[in-house]
């Protein structure tokens, strides 16, 4: 796995620089993170199903949102 420095960008190695392999492991952590749901307002329910779109576990809707945030 990645180490503490860069994440989940650590897969790359020494590869493609230091600034670049920490903005991935920014943008990996942010798509990756649980958000508030805009329907039901349950906390830490929303999660990325694929780029642009999400979906909250608890009211099961689906909606449209940026690429790496739902808002």
């Known amino acids: 796995m990645g180490n503490k420095k860069v994440g989940t960008a650590g897969r790359f190695g020494p ?7 920490e903005k991935v492991s920014q943008i990996e952590a942010l798509s990756r993170k649980r ?8 906390d ?10 999400w979906q909250c576990k608890n009211c099961e809707k689906k909606f449209v949102g ?4 739902p808002y």
């Open 35 to 42: 958000y508030r749901c805009p329907f039901c307002d349950k």
């Open 66 to 69: 940026g690429a790496y945030k």
């Open 15 to 21: 590869r493609y620089g230091k600034r670049i392999r």
């Open 44 to 53: 830490k329910k929303v999660k990325r199903v694929v780029y642009g779109i």
